[in-house]
């Protein structure tokens, strides 16, 4: 069962950068896109930034301009840059990989990402 690990999490000052990094324990073949979702206490998740296997990006409204991800699909893995951060941007962070082979959704198990002084 391929295995999704998320790292690079932590507690940051607000104006502070973090790079979240998605590593699959095998190569995960026929990627049709790939994300980053998050989740605060109390809240749905959410969709963060998308990566198609293209290279088309997408961005919550929240985090264009300050977000970026990207990811290399040969290597199963996907990164997110992010800039400025705010309080509000605290959550669990989430990766997500689907492949068009059979459908298969996976799922990291998330990293505490955490905005404050």
């Known amino acids: 069962q391929v295995q999704l690990v998320e790292s690079g999490g932590g507690l940051v000052q607000p104006g502070g950068s973090l790079r979240l990094s998605c590593a699959a324990s095998?190569?995960?073949?026929?990627?049709?896109?790939m994300g980053w979702y998050r989740q605060a206490p109390g809240n749905q998740r959410e969709l963060v930034a998308s990566?198609?296997?293209?290279?088309?990006?997408n961005y919550a409204d929240s985090v264009l301009g300050r977000f970026t991800i990207s990811g290399d699909v040969a290597k199963s893995s996907l990164f997110l840059q992010m800039n400025n951060l705010k309080p509000e941007d605290t959550a669990v962070y989430f990766c997500?990989?689907?492949?068009?082979?059979?459908?298969?959704?996976?799922w990291g198990q998330g990293t505490q990402v955490t905005v404050g002084s």
């Open positions: 095998e190569s995960i073949i026929s990627i049709h896109h």
């Open positions: 997500r990989v689907y492949s068009s082979y059979r459908g298969v959704d996976y």
């Open positions: 990566i198609s296997s293209d290279g088309r990006t």
